[in-house]
Each structure stands twice: as structure tokens, then as C-alpha cells.
């Protein structure tokens, strides 16, 4: 069993910065590949970014290349999102997510089995 628990949403300027964190708990938990995922209202969720269980792969969504970046510290067993060159439409509830595969990098809600409660980002214009 793996718990999540994210942090670090808020209330933002467009053009803004936020950082996310993601704090895992769990036998196993710093071995898992993770990845962070997004529902906006009225929306599917969908994926933002994830990293392997190393942190030596990332991959993201072609909306938030250049602007997000994902990390890991194993030790604090913890995972971040740093959003930068924040956009209205990043608004979301954002979900830190572990996958049904340990090793697998999840890139689809598909993949995943463990969901954190989320957290909310606005960002106003």
C-alpha cells in the first residue's frame, strides 16, 4: 500500500510559479516510478509529467514542456512539480499518482493505482 499526500497548491498570477510536493508513504514507496496528473472542471483527467523511480527519465504532456518540471528526492520520499510561466488554463486539481506497475512511468490514468486527494491551483489572468 502506498499513500500520497500533495501540498503546495494555491492561488497564482498568470505568469506565476508554484511548487507542487507530493509526500509518499508506504513499504515500497521510493521505489515506485510517479507521476503528477490533472482534472480540470467539466474535464477528464489527464497526464502532466512523471519521473522513474530514479529520477533519471521524466516525460510530460506537450502542454507543459518548457513550463513544469518534475523531481524527486528518494530520501524525503517526495516528489515536486515546479510549474512555471503559470496560464489560466492550468487551472486543475492537481493528483500526485503511483502507478500499477512499480517500474512503469505512468502517462495515463490507466497505469496508475495509487491517487493522491489532490490539491487546487488557480491562476487568474
Known amino acids: 500500500q502506498v499513500q500520497l499526500v500533495e501540498s503546495g497548491g494555491g492561488l497564482v498570477q498568470a505568469g506565476g510559479s508554484l511548487r507542487l510536493s507530493c509526500a509518499a508513504s508506504?513499504?515500497?514507496?521510493?521505489?515506485?516510478?510517479m507521476g503528477w496528473f490533472r482534472q480540470a472542471p467539466g474535464k477528464a483527467r489527464e497526464f502532466v509529467a512523471a519521473?522513474?523511480?530514479?529520477?533519471?527519465?521524466?516525460e510530460s504532456a506537450d502542454s507543459v514542456k518548457g513550463r513544469f518540471t518534475i523531481s524527486r528526492n528518494n530520501a524525503k520520499n517526495t516528489v515536486y512539480l515546479q510549474m512555471n510561466s503559470l496560464k489560466p488554463e492550468d487551472t486543475a486539481v492537481y493528483y500526485c499518482?503511483?502507478?500499477?506497475?512499480?517500474?512503469?512511468?505512468?502517462?495515463?490514468?490507466?497505469?496508475?493505482?495509487?491517487w493522491g486527494q489532490g490539491t487546487q491551483v488557480t491562476v487568474s489572468s
Open positions: 508506504g513499504r515500497t514507496s521510493s521505489s515506485y516510478a
Open positions: 519521473i522513474s523511480w530514479s529520477g533519471g527519465s521524466t
Open positions: 499518482a503511483a502507478p500499477l506497475v512499480s517500474f512503469v512511468v505512468p502517462t495515463a490514468t490507466t497505469q496508475v493505482r495509487y
